[in-house]
């Protein structure tokens, strides 16, 4: 009986040492490959940590599997296990952040270490989709952006300065989803309308440094669509003051040649202010199909249905006293607006060993309704275009070169009465612009240290405006009927710089030449006809950068120095409450400096506990050098509608699976006309958010709570530039932020 017994005993031995899986391996960082002690390992709800020489074992139940490594000073990194062999992780320091981030925004996909531009990302995405409704926030912590926010619907984007001029909108500022054009035919979008949640990253180009994007002085901003790299289904709800909601579905796939997406969102708001209801739907598709190793397809479809409320700006008693009230004009008619937008698209990609071509068609269009104290304005605008990009690579030499072509029509049609049924048509317009981009890049790479780029794009753009004036006794006679055709020179903008590595230190020099076109209002005269004495701004951009780690890779930075000057700058100047009138304001200079540090402050011996600082710093002296507008001398004074300095820091902490981020953002006066007699005041604000992740099997939760403007800190968070007062009234500049509000999110992912 004993020898049964321990034959028994020696038998489940046996067989449960086959039913345990171990995996091992060591764990190095990537600069020296030195082996890391202290790294949090885990499976399921299991932890271990990595020795003294980077060894770790750890037990699993089956294959395969996939282990989470976590350190305060490394990024995260998710790793499928697919057999037992040993294993060697090779994690990226977070101070050496130039080394890994990749700047997809270049075609080329380089290191950020190796470009030579102002490229800055937009960091914590994924916590970003979660705590935040809009990208203002990240926008806002960089330096040299300001993003002006009058209410969800009335944004403005800014870089060095170009794009205050644009009354309501982003305008001289190109963007791009997946390489496809979203700005319309004079530079003008709303990447507020799309949900953060549908990206993995976000590159904002700072002034004309890209020779492959056209038209913007200001830069551009480029989106890049989330990817999973496997099955996944995430739910996200968002609850915010002012009865503020945000719901957010989105589920990938893939299986076999083919993955594909779908995301529906939904974002609602009562509003601070009165008449300032909001509620936007979007729906998100994405398909794409790998024909074989080098050929893919991709087809993308975007819809955007919103309806929103307009409080419009105050003046400076009721931004005192009233914040919270709209504008008398357009609450009394119930000023509103009602659009829906369509994007779609179809991308190819073909990639061998030194070729790789990506070209896509693509159609953007929309429908908009907008009653407004003054008239009711109907809008209408079909666009098309195609962008190809070539790229041959050869040891260290890479050439790109393609072009992009964009057509748009335009019609918009005013009214009395509202829209109602006696409505009784103003005028009806309608403009078709060309535009027509060729680019090139070279690039060249010498002796691994020296990187040189020379580039060079040449921009033709034409229009055709037609405008029908109608009698105002009789709606049916026409009044007026005027039609122009308009080709701008052709524009060629050239590009060199060079970057040189020096150890973890990256020096950098850029001259880059750029410009924008006009906008629909900058293109007529206050009587509503073609102006065909207005010119595209355009100019030259010098700057100078470096870029690196510091401390053993704890402390990184990103300084640059730069100086635009601009000539024939555009300017909208306001003459009615309905008109704007553009001019080219002689010549302005765009000097400026920005720095970024991000730093390690403290962590505990167990990894389980850390303290980062991130410090965002720009100051500018942006001048007009030439201004004479209906015999007011303007000449040195400061550009209007752009904060003379901003200083944004984050703490970030973490706690075990605590994370937590105390923000300070301070925005210094802004000019609110070009005389400069009246500026804005400067603010400060303090922001708070706290995030705790659960995990329960393979379900990922988290939740995340906050408050913003903690201090409740009465501020102008957008300013329309050159107000002007009517009937009597003061000038309404002012658009007030948000009191101190709240927010709680939950997101659920498999």
Not at 89 to 109: A, F, P
Request: glycine content about 6%.
């Amino acid at each position: 009986m004993k020898k049964l017994f321990f034959t028994k005993v020696l038998l489940i031995i046996y067989f449960s040492s086959f039913s345990q899986i171990f995996v091992e391996g060591v764990v190095k960082e990537n600069i020296y490959y030195s082996p890391i002690n202290g790294i949090e390992i885990i499976y399921n709800n299991e932890t271990t940590f990595s020795d003294i020489e980077g060894k770790f074992i750890i037990q699993i139940e089956s294959l395969p599997t996939k282990l989470f490594f976590n350190s305060p000073l490394f990024f995260e990194k998710y790793i499928e296990i697919k057999d037992e062999k040993k294993l060697e992780i090779i994690l990226t320091n977070k101070g050496s952040v130039l080394e890994e981030i990749i700047v997809k925004s270049e075609i080329n996909k380089k290191k950020l270490k190796n470009t030579a531009s102002s490229i800055s990302i937009i960091k914590d995405i994924e916590t970003r989709k979660i705590s935040d409704i809009s990208i203002e926030s990240g926008l806002n912590e960089i330096p040299g952006i300001y993003m002006h926010t009058g209410s969800l619907n009335t944004n403005r984007i800014t870089i060095r300065g170009m794009g205050s001029r644009s009354p309501y909108s982003t305008n001289k500022i190109k963007s791009y989803i997946n390489n496809i054009p979203l700005s319309n035919g004079v530079g003008e979008t709303t990447i507020e309308d799309l949900g953060i949640s549908l990206f993995n990253q976000i590159e904002i180009i700072k002034g004309p440094n890209s020779s492959i994007y056209g038209a913007g002085l200001g830069g551009g901003i480029l989106l890049n669509l989330e990817k999973s790299k496997e099955h996944s289904l995430s739910y996200s709800s968002f609850f915010g003051s002012y009865n503020t909601t945000k719901n957010d579905i989105n589920f990938y796939k893939k299986v076999n040649k083919v993955d594909f997406q779908i995301n529906f969102q939904n974002l609602s708001s009562d509003g601070y202010r009165d008449n300032n209801n909001y509620i936007r739907n979007n729906a998100f598709g994405y398909l794409g199909y790998n024909l074989n190793d080098k050929i893919k397809l991709d087809f993308i479809y975007n819809f955007i249905n919103l309806d929103s409320e307009i409080p419009s700006s105050l003046n400076i008693d009721d931004f005192n006293f009233n914040p919270s009230k709209a504008a008398e004009n357009w609450k009394n008619v119930n000023g509103n607006e009602k659009y829906k937008k369509n994007l779609s698209a179809i991308s190819f990609d073909f990639n061998s060993s030194n070729y790789n071509l990506i070209a896509n068609i693509f159609y953007n269009g929309y429908r908009s309704d907008e009653k407004r104290p003054f008239n009711f304005l109907k809008e209408n605008s079909n666009g098309f275009g195609s962008r190809v990009v070539n790229t041959i690579t050869k040891k260290n030499q890479k050439f790109n070169f393609g072009f992009e072509f964009f057509r748009e029509n335009y019609l918009w049609k005013t009214f009395d009465n509202y829209g109602t049924d006696t409505e009784k048509i103003l005028n009806d317009q309608n403009e078709q612009r060309n535009n027509l981009l060729v680019f090139s890049k070279y690039e060249i790479q010498i002796k691994n240290t020296i990187n040189m780029t020379f580039g060079l794009s040449s921009n033709n753009i034409n229009y055709r405006w037609e405008s029908i004036e109608y009698n105002d006794l009789d709606p049916q006679s026409l009044k007026s009927k005027d039609s122009k055709k308009y080709k701008y020179q052709n524009i060629i903008s050239p590009k060199i710089s060079l970057n040189k590595n020096i150890s973890n230190q990256n020096l950098f020099f850029t001259i880059s030449h750029g410009y924008s076109p006009p906008n629909i209002d900058e293109t007529l005269d206050d009587k509503g006809l073609v102006n065909q004495n207005i010119k595209p701004e355009s100019g030259w951009n010098y700057e100078l950068g470096i870029r690196g780690n510091l401390v053993n890779g704890k402390v990184s930075y990103d300084l640059n120095m730069y100086l635009m000057k601009i000539k024939n700058l555009l300017v909208a100047q306001r003459t009615s409450e309905d008109t704007y009138v553009g001019v080219n304001a002689g010549k302005t200079s765009h000097p400026g400096i920005e720095l970024s540090i991000n730093s390690l402050i403290w962590n505990s011996l167990d990894n389980k506990k850390n303290i980062t600082s991130e410090v965002f710093f720009s100051k500018n002296w942006h001048k007009f050098i030439e201004f004479v507008n209906e015999g007011n001398i303007y000449s040195n004074n400061y550009l209007t509608g752009v904060p003379l300095h901003t200083l944004n820091k984050n703490i970030k902490f973490k706690i075990n699976k605590i994370k937590g981020t105390i923000n300070y953002q301070k925005t210094g006066k802004i000019p609110i006309n070009d005389s400069n007699s009246e500026y804005s005041e400067p603010y400060m604000l303090w922001n708070f958010k706290v995030a705790k992740l659960f995990k329960i099997n393979k379900i990922n939760l988290n939740i995340i709570t906050g408050v913003k403007n903690l201090f409740d800190e009465k501020y102008a968070s957008m300013i329309l530039i050159n107000a002007k007062g009517f009937g009597g009234g003061k000038p309404r500049y002012y658009y007030p932020g948000l009191p101190r509000n709240y927010f709680i999110s939950l997101n659920i992912k498999v």
